[in-house]
């Protein structure tokens, strides 16, 4: 079995994260601007601590999803963390006026997560995938990351657990230890399952969508030149094309035409106030 090389991280420092943290509204929804190394800080700050947090990998399908339902919009912005996972956000957080503003990409966080938890002992749990999925993924971190404790795996059913599946999950991962869970079971299902366990459980919760499947190399990822470009949407839908074309079709356009309404409208707000102190 062969595996993806993970990218290259930097060698692990300990550094505080920044006192203060910058953030957007695209389309009504809050993307912060941090770092890999800002965002795993805050992590490891929290999961050292056994706080019940969230964070949010933002992309243009999340941004669409929270336009089109205000329940769905709180989600997202209840996080105590959103990054930009997608490029798209990127730019608009430079049109935004935030121009040191850099992708955070959500599987590579993982990875610094890892990497993190591995070095300072802080047990981790897997929520998301398959069995098999799951297995493959956790060969590939304890190659990747030795060391590393993975206190409890669970694969839920691709359906809506029972309340009493839930509860059992909840308890497990409870049981567990974990500090850290990493929840892969896609947008908008993740956020929505992290906000509702975030306060039953002493742990850093983090969506990841297809991460598991990503390191595992069971999907495969953009090449990097097509991320930069911001075309890793079409590189999945090459590879997914009956999945995942009405989710494009949906979602960027609209996203296109509503942020070019948000920045002109903002350009209009920024004059009047420039004419008003004149």
């Not at 910058?22 to 009504?28: C, M, V, Y």
């Not at 992290?194 to 495969?220: E, I, K, N, P, Q």
């Not at 989710?247 to 996203?255: G, I, T």
Request: hydrophobic share 40%; net charge positive; charged share 20%.
């Amino acid at each position: 079995m062969s595996f993806p090389t993970s990218p290259d991280l930097r060698p692990a420092v300990s550094i505080p994260p920044s006192p203060t943290l910058i953030s957007r509204s695209i389309l009504g929804m809050r993307v912060d601007v941090t770092t890999y190394a800002d965002a795993t800080a805050r992590v490891m700050d929290w999961a050292r601590s056994g706080q019940g947090r969230y964070v949010c990998a933002s992309n243009v399908h999340m941004v669409m999803e929270t336009s089109d339902s205000a329940e769905f919009r709180d989600v997202v912005n209840g996080a105590d963390l959103v990054t930009s996972d997608g490029v798209p956000l990127v730019w608009a957080l430079k049109a935004l006026g935030v121009p040191q503003a850099e992708r955070v990409y959500g599987p590579t966080l993982m990875l610094h997560v890892c990497e993190a938890a591995a070095r300072e002992g802080v047990p981790i749990a897997l929520y998301g995938g398959t069995p098999e999925s799951l297995e493959e993924f956790v060969v590939f971190l304890h190659s990747h990351y030795p060391g590393i404790e993975i206190a409890c795996l669970i694969a839920p059913p691709f359906r809506p657990p029972t309340p009493e599946e839930d509860a059992l999950y909840t308890q497990q991962i409870a049981d567990s230890g974990a500090r850290i869970v990493f929840v892969g079971i896609g947008c908008p299902k993740q956020e929505r399952w992290m906000a509702a366990h975030t306060g039953r459980l002493d742990a850093v919760l983090l969506g990841m969508g297809a991460a598991f499947d990503f390191h595992s190399g069971r999907v495969r990822q953009a090449p990097a030149a097509m991320q930069k470009l911001g075309l890793e949407w079409l590189f999945r839908l090459i590879m997914e094309p009956r999945r995942l074309w009405k989710r494009y079709a949906k979602h960027n356009p609209r996203f296109v035409g509503k942020f070019m309404l948000q920045l002109l409208g903002q350009k209009v707000i920024d004059r009047g106030r420039t004419a008003s102190r004149g």
